[in-house]
């Protein structure tokens, strides 16, 4: 038969764990009441839009490109080109991009050709190709009253983006059979 001391000793152990397993639990409900406040109070704006880019291989006439441009609360802001991985498309890459709005920043995110709803054939990071239609995205970020320029037609641009997207903002930095470097910050 245990004795009273042994007894008291597991309650108390039993105790114990309770209390840090409901602070655990109040800590956890905290965190999701304000995380889904943080992202409630600062939903960025979404604008859907198809940008029509020159032909590619195979392609004599236009791509068309399916884009997103997501808005922070405050604007003039830094723009980020947001590009996906191979088999990914504009979607895949959507909770980075309202990360960086919710950071400040114009977020353009896109299908790649080929991918998506984008029109035209994967040419897999081509300078001549998708590396142009990100010179054409930067283009159309310069035209945006939302992004911040430091120059007349000159928006200040990072590129992001991972794997196939991540060999795109390679080439892009430096500027590949484009001129597309000297223009992102």
Same mark, same amino acid.
């Given at each position: 038969?245990?004795?009273? %001391? $042994?007894?008291? &000793?597991?309650?108390?152990?039993?105790?114990?764990?309770?209390?840090?397993? +409901?602070?655990?639990?109040?800590?956890?409900? *905290?965190?999701?009441? %304000? /995380?889904? $406040?943080?992202?409630?109070?600062?939903?960025?704006?979404?604008?859907?839009?198809?940008?029509?880019?020159?032909?590619?291989?195979?392609?004599?006439?236009?791509?068309?490109?399916?884009?997103?441009?997501?808005?922070?609360?405050?604007?003039? $802001?830094?723009?980020? *080109?947001?590009?996906?991985? +191979?088999?990914?498309?504009?979607?895949?890459? =959507?909770?980075?991009?309202?990360? *960086?709005? =919710? &950071?400040?920043?114009?977020?353009?995110?896109?299908?790649?050709?080929? +991918?998506?709803?984008?029109?035209?054939?994967?040419?897999? =990071?081509?300078? =001549?190709?998708?590396?142009?239609?990100?010179?054409?995205?930067?283009?159309?970020?310069?035209?945006?009253?939302?992004? &911040?320029?430091?120059?007349?037609?000159?928006?200040?641009?990072?590129?992001?983006?991972?794997?196939?997207? /991540?060999?795109?903002? %390679?080439?892009?930095?430096?500027?590949?059979?484009?001129?597309?470097?000297? &223009? %992102?910050?």
């Amino acid at each position: 038969m245990p004795s009273v %001391l $042994a007894r008291l &000793r597991v309650t108390r152990r039993r105790v114990v764990v309770l209390l840090v397993v +409901f602070g655990l639990l109040v800590l956890a409900t *905290l965190a999701g009441v %304000l /995380g889904v $406040a943080r992202s409630g109070s600062a939903q960025p704006r979404i604008e859907e839009f198809q940008l029509s880019v020159p032909g590619g291989p195979g392609q004599p006439g236009p791509v068309s490109l399916d884009a997103a441009l997501y808005l922070p609360a405050r604007t003039p $802001a830094p723009a980020v *080109l947001v590009a996906h991985g +191979f088999g990914g498309s504009k979607a895949s890459v =959507d909770a980075d991009a309202r990360d *960086l709005a =919710d &950071r400040g920043f114009v977020a353009l995110t896109w299908s790649a050709r080929g +991918f998506g709803r984008s029109t035209g054939q994967i040419a897999l =990071d081509s300078p =001549d190709y998708e590396v142009a239609d990100a010179s054409r995205l930067i283009d159309y970020l310069a035209t945006r009253p939302e992004v &911040r320029l430091d120059g007349p037609g000159d928006p200040r641009v990072g590129v992001t983006g991972g794997s196939y997207g /991540g060999a795109l903002a %390679l080439l892009s930095l430096r500027g590949t059979a484009v001129d597309v470097g000297s &223009r %992102l910050h």
